[in-house]
């Protein structure tokens, strides 16, 4: 006999989402967000505090500073890296989406043996640390690298090509890092797909190439939008990839963000900025979330 949860068991597990989130996102954020509203200070941490008590609240209120925010927008710095890092995460994106598809819907036309081999062959290189995934395309992208040695030995170039250092090296690195990401939420949607659904196109006259764009890949657009969201998001703020395989040219914002942490111990204005990229990213999502609820209630 199945067990029935009480009311405060429910509400128990439905709060424990928003508990996870309150703990590890917004209250992090909220830190961030007073570190940005402070003035950088050559101290240990390197900002003086608006908040140290709950006492004089109004006077601190005054003191609150958004002179980092107007930095924001007075250094082109800033901005440009905002724009370039929406590019390049943008078009990393489109290419991961362009061999990601072809791959998932090859792996749900496979034998029903094969997937879970295939679906591990996805999976396999989270195995191995990310830095040294990274650090391999150094050795094949440089100039005395494999690809431009196998390309020499071919003939089809007579000169190394100078790949490393480039925003092409980065777009690599990006695809290559993320690629898991857009293929498995693919291949869950359209492994669910109902066959009789092609098989109803087909004998209704549409052809193979007609069934596939009217058929499969509208019902697959919910996987398209899952992992265009999970590349996106962290190509946006990368690192470790624009640094090493980008060099000093690439400007992306994780690079900028690091700086200023790091290099130039100027916490406020790094507050900022991070605090400036999250509501970048959250609130067109939370936007297009909503319109989506609406427009699912309105079909009902």
Same mark, same amino acid.
């Given at each position: 006999m199945a067990r029935t949860r009480t009311p405060l068991q429910r509400r128990i597990v439905t709060w424990i989402p928003y508990l996870w989130l309150l703990a590890f996102f917004l209250a992090p954020f909220v830190i961030v967000f007073k570190i940005s509203l402070s003035e950088t200070a050559i101290a240990m941490p390197p900002y003086m505090p608006v908040f140290d008590g709950l006492e004089a609240i109004g006077e601190k209120l005054a003191q609150l500073?958004?002179? #980092?925010?107007?930095?924001?927008?007075?250094?082109?710095?800033?901005?440009?890296?905002?724009?370039?890092?929406?590019?390049?995460?943008?078009?990393?994106?489109?290419?991961?989406?362009?061999?990601?598809?072809?791959?998932?819907?090859?792996? !749900? &036309?496979?034998?029903?043996?094969?997937?879970p081999?295939?679906?591990?062959?996805?999976?396999?290189?989270?195995?191995?640390?990310?830095?040294?995934?990274?650090?391999?395309?150094?050795?094949?992208?440089?100039p005395e690298g494999l690809l431009n040695q196998f390309l020499l030995w071919t003939g089809l170039i007579? +000169?190394?090509?100078?790949?490393? #250092? *480039?925003? *092409?090296?980065?777009?690599?690195?990006?695809?290559? +890092?993320?690629?898991?990401?857009?293929?498995?939420?693919?291949?869950?949607v359209m492994e669910k797909m109902d066959p009789a659904l092609l098989?109803?196109?087909?004998?209704?006259?549409?052809?193979?190439?007609? &069934?596939?764009?009217?058929?499969?890949?509208?019902?697959s657009l919910p996987?398209?939008?899952?992992? +265009?969201?999970?590349?996106?998001?962290?190509?946006?703020?990368?690192? !470790?990839?624009?640094?090493?395989?980008?060099?000093?040219?690439?400007l992306m914002i994780g690079k900028t963000l690091w700086n200023e942490f790091f290099a130039n111990r100027d916490w406020p204005v790094a507050s900022a900025v991070a605090t400036v990229l999250l509501v970048l990213l959250v609130v067109p999502i939370v936007l297009f979330q909503n319109a989506q609820r609406r427009v699912g209630g309105e079909g009902r």
């Open positions: 500073s958004f002179e #980092n925010y107007a930095w924001l927008v007075d250094d082109p710095l800033y901005w440009r890296s905002y724009v370039s890092s929406l590019r390049i995460a943008a078009i990393s994106t489109v290419i991961a989406l362009l061999v990601g598809y072809p791959l998932a819907y090859g792996m !749900v &036309r496979a034998p029903a043996g094969w997937r081999v295939l679906v591990m062959m996805v999976i396999l290189p989270f195995w191995t640390s990310f830095l040294i995934r990274v650090y391999a395309w150094i050795g094949i992208l440089k007579a +000169s190394p090509l100078s790949i490393i #250092n *480039t925003d *092409t090296a980065v777009y690599i690195g990006i695809v290559y +890092s993320y690629l898991p990401f857009m293929v498995l939420p693919l291949y869950a098989e109803a196109a087909a004998d209704l006259g549409a052809g193979p190439f007609r &069934r596939f764009w009217q058929v499969t890949v509208p019902l996987g398209v939008l899952a992992g +265009s969201l999970l590349v996106f998001i962290p190509a946006v703020g990368e690192f !470790v990839i624009p640094d090493l395989l980008g060099g000093s040219r690439t």
